[in-house]
């Protein structure tokens, strides 16, 4: 099943229908009662309704990851696991029906939570582009319009990297202030798509990270390049314009 062993051991040949009784138990259920102590120590007892062809004690010999069982956004249920030789549930006359795969069902599981992260995810992905555009083309027009002004600064003997220091600085300005507020109203709207997310936080900074870098390099290009490009351009052409 996949589910990872995070203490103790599993099932193996010591354990017999005869022999003493044995349980593995999840990490919520560990946490929950053996907080502080190691589960491995301790044993569960036999409630009445366990029946008494069944052992009176079960000693813990492993700790189990979690497992989901009623939908990613349900709380994770505690989990006992027994031996089947020593907690059979055999009937052999029981029909069998709807018969899938674990991948079919797995699939099945999650397959709305699939779709809405996949439309929220399209929808992002286009904004993010248009975004990107958006701060091209408004940062290298409002660069472009100081081309006379770059090329009068080129007349009066000031060098190009100079020039374009001073509009690049004055754009990552700009840059650090909108990354800013983005990242504050990135906060405050996330909470929205909490419940599509599964142990994943909506500020997961993998995610912001590489769609913030994205926007600072376009924008930093977008007053680099129309800088160097009027950096470039006679000086004496800019005066007479001007």
Known sequence: MGIPLLRGREFDERDVADGPGVVIINES???TFFEGTDPLEHSLRKGNWWGEERPSEYRIVGVVGDVKMD???EATPWAMYFLHDQWP???????????QTFTEMRSG???EERFQTLLVLGFA???LVLACVGVFGVLSHAVSQRGGEIGIRMAVGARATDVIR???????????????LGLAV?????????????????TEPAT??????LLVVVALSACTIPAVRASRQDPVKALRTE
Do not use: H, Q, W, Y
Not at 186 to 202: A, C, H, K
Not at 208 to 213: D, I, R, S, V
């Open 186 to 202: 990135t906060v405050g709207v996330t909470r929205f798509i909490r419940s599509l997310l599964f142990e994943v936080s909506p």
């Open 109 to 111: 599981a999650v397959a």
């Open 125 to 127: 992905g286009l904004a």
């Open 29 to 31: 259920l560990a946490r």
């Open 71 to 73: 939908g990613m956004a």
């Open 208 to 213: 912001l990270a590489p769609a913030t870098l």
């Open 166 to 180: 001073l509009v690049a600085g004055k754009g990552a300005r700009l840059v650090a202030l909108g990354v800013a």
């Open 89 to 99: 549930f055999s009937d052999p006359e029981m029909p069998v029906e709807n018969v």
